[in-house]
């Protein structure tokens, strides 16, 4: 009888243990011993306790294992700040790269053909004839492959066209000397090697833009080498048949 009183005990408590917690954490075995129920070691290794359903969050070395680096907020306001002087500067420098379409950093898949449609549906082409002056909010105007117009800046003959008249713009160096014109010829140096990189990159990306140009570079150097080199071997053949050494 004692035992039938302890069994009905054991159930009312496991019962009330299911209805409070969700879980099976108790179960009534015979002689009225009442344990907790084995886990599976794997649950266990998992952070799955079935007693506890509030999941500890991961500890840092297995994040740090994973490679997971956080960016901190202030890295993220820093990078945004560099940015944003760059675009001003750039706007300073050569006003067609105020537009939304020139913003630096550049991170786009692939350049538009002039004969295609921009947004809006708007020409990438625009023929105009030599010596027209007036400016297009988002265009270059200069001579392309399609001739004399204004070319969207989503094309690369629009860099090409900017680059040129960069070219042409150096600051004046009167002044040379005074803080005010030092910064002028610095930010014209920096804004025309982002507008080359873009006008021989493979892709509107200034990542990429960026190593093309050092690639073309290094191309250059080469071939430079190269004609160096064959020159001093002309050079000494002629000398050897000249002088019989």
């Known amino acids: 009888m004692a035992n039938l009183w302890l069994d009905s005990f054991c159930l009312l408590v496991y019962a009330a243990r299911l209805y409070v917690t969700g879980t099976v954490g108790l179960q009534c075995q015979?002689?009225?011993q009442i344990d907790a129920i084995e886990q599976p070691e794997s649950s266990v290794a998992n952070g799955c306790n079935l007693?506890?359903?509030?999941?500890?969050?991961?500890?840092?070395?297995?994040?740090?294992?994973?490679?997971?680096?956080?960016?901190?907020?202030?890295q993220l306001q820093k990078m945004a700040d560099k940015n944003a002087k760059i675009n001003a500067k750039m706007?300073?420098?050569?006003?067609?790269?105020?537009s939304e379409y020139a913003r630096y950093p550049l991170q786009?898949?692939?350049?538009?053909?002039?004969?295609?449609m921009g947004p809006n549906k708007n020409p990438c082409w625009i023929s105009a004839p030599r010596g027209t002056t007036?400016?297009?909010?988002?265009?270059?105007?200069?001579?392309?492959?399609?001739?004399?117009?204004?070319?969207?800046?989503?094309?690369?003959?629009?860099?090409?066209?900017?680059?040129?008249?960069l070219?042409?713009?150096m600051p004046g160096c009167c002044c040379a000397?005074?803080?005010?014109?030092?910064?002028?010829?610095?930010?014209?140096?920096?804004?025309?090697?982002?507008?080359?990189?873009?006008?021989?990159a493979t892709i509107p990306d200034d990542a990429q833009a960026k190593k093309d140009a050092i690639r073309l570079a290094q191309g250059v150097a080469q071939a430079h080498y190269h004609e160096g080199q064959n020159f001093q071997l002309a050079v000494g053949v002629a000398t050897t048949a000249a002088t019989g050494f």
């Open 108 to 116: 786009m898949k692939s350049w538009v053909s002039p004969d295609a």
């Open 51 to 74: 007693n506890n359903r509030i999941q500890e969050p991961p500890p840092s070395s297995f994040i740090s294992a994973l490679g997971t680096k956080a960016v901190k907020p202030p």
């Open 167 to 169: 070219t042409n713009e």
């Open 30 to 32: 015979e002689g009225g």
């Open 177 to 200: 000397f005074s803080a005010e014109a030092r910064r002028q010829m610095s930010d014209w140096d920096d804004v025309k090697t982002i507008v080359y990189n873009r006008s021989v």
């Open 91 to 98: 706007a300073r420098v050569c006003p067609e790269l105020a």
């Open 134 to 165: 007036e400016r297009k909010d988002d265009y270059a105007f200069g001579a392309g492959k399609k001739g004399w117009g204004y070319y969207h800046l989503l094309t690369r003959d629009s860099y090409t066209i900017l680059y040129a008249r």
